[in-house]
């Protein structure tokens, strides 16, 4: 039998059926091979800063031409640095008989010149990337961790939603649940009464001002093979906007929940940040009446959050950067767009 001998190409958009069949097996993430078709068209076929010569990233083959590890790069021209070109690490899966060159594979990414960016939920990667790559996190502070909001835990039936295999604690949690819900909302009330902030939330629509580059919104909300999944709500004070969430509804085989992936604070008081928060739940709940809970980001520092909104969690996509611009001056705070967490 020959051995395999590994090496590490570029790969190109015309193997899109190599690679979807690869991903569709090594991803885990449930996705056949059409649909990562589908996935790997809108990310590149479609991204407005992708040229067609250009590779989408890195593969690691072998001399029996099949693909046996994939890292994806995936091209932006940064809103707020022109002229420069950013990248987002995607999709890095690597099969068990390749596993050695899994580093060699993300090298190829982090040597590249630009502003680079990796997004992973895994805690295990953080010293590779810090230590082996020099990779750092960003001083956004709202990357540090994340609140739980229950909405309604048992919108699927309080058989499918057991927590533990015993009927007793079963009713005690649900009944907890219940409790919690009831204190909140009558927490939140005598709050906002309090506060007495004018408030209001509104929809944005998914092309116009999202950002002063409307072919990166038209890609990334309106082209995605998701966009139905995707609400920009912006909070507005009297008619000036203080706050914006962008918010995706992600699925599981027993319930739905909204994640929030980006949002954007323009007055950061304590008062300020737990009053919009308090309003955006509010308004979630009334108006997507079949979602479970709600995930937004928060400051750890600011512990108020977690016993007057809702439970800590760790459901986190921790962020990444590296600048190989050789620009010492330049200061830039991501968020998680600038991330592959709006892609899945």
């Known amino acids: 039998m020959e051995n395999k001998v590994f090496e590490i190409k570029e790969i190109f958009l015309d193997e899109i059926d190599s690679l979807a069949n690869f991903l569709s097996i090594e991803s885990q993430i449930c996705l056949s091979s059409r649909d990562w078709k589908k996935k790997i068209k809108w990310i590149w076929e479609k991204n407005p800063f992708y040229h067609p010569k ?4 890195w593969k690691i083959t ?3 031409n099949k693909i046996y590890g994939f890292l994806g790069n995936i091209p932006i021209e940064n809103v707020k ?6 990248y987002w690490a995607t999709s890095w899966y690597v099969n068990i008989e390749a596993r050695s060159y899994s580093i060699r594979l993300f090298k190829k990414f982090a040597n590249q010149k630009g502003l680079l960016f990796n997004n992973t939920p895994i805690t295990k990667i ?3 990337l810090t230590k082996l790559f020099q990779f750092r996190k960003p001083s956004n502070y709202w990357f540090n961790s994340s ?5 309604n835990p048992y919108k699927n039936g309080f058989f499918n939603f057991k927590l533990t295999r015993n009927s007793i604690l079963n009713i005690f949690f649900y009944c907890f649940f219940i409790f919690i819900l009831i204190f909140r909302n009558i927490l939140y009330f005598f709050f906002r009464i309090i ?5 209001k939330i509104k929809i944005r629509e998914k092309i116009s001002n999202i950002t002063k580059d409307e072919e990166m919104v038209k890609w990334l909300f309106t082209e995605c ?3 139905n999944c995707m609400f920009l709500y912006d909070i507005y004070d009297r008619d000036k906007v203080v706050a914006s969430f962008l918010l995706k509804i992600r699925n599981t085989e027993r319930f739905s929940y909204l994640e929030c992936i980006d949002c954007k604070i323009h007055n950061g008081s304590t008062i300020n940040i737990l009053s919009y928060y308090i309003e955006l739940s509010q308004f979630l709940q009334k108006n997507h009446k079949n979602i479970c809970f709600l995930i937004l980001k928060s400051n750890k520092n600011l512990k108020i959050f977690k016993y007057i909104l809702g439970f800590k969690t760790k459901i986190n996509q921790n962020t990444y950067f590296k600048n190989n611009l050789n620009i010492d001056h330049l200061h830039y705070s991501p968020t998680s767009l600038d991330g592959d967490s709006v892609f899945f």
């Open 195 to 199: 506060i007495s902030k004018k408030l």
């Open 54 to 57: 250009d590779p989408i990233g």
């Open 147 to 151: 609140i739980l909001f229950l909405f």
């Open 62 to 64: 072998s001399n029996d």
């Open 126 to 128: 953080e010293p590779i």
């Open 225 to 227: 093979d998701n966009a």
């Open 81 to 86: 640095i022109k002229c420069f070109k950013s």
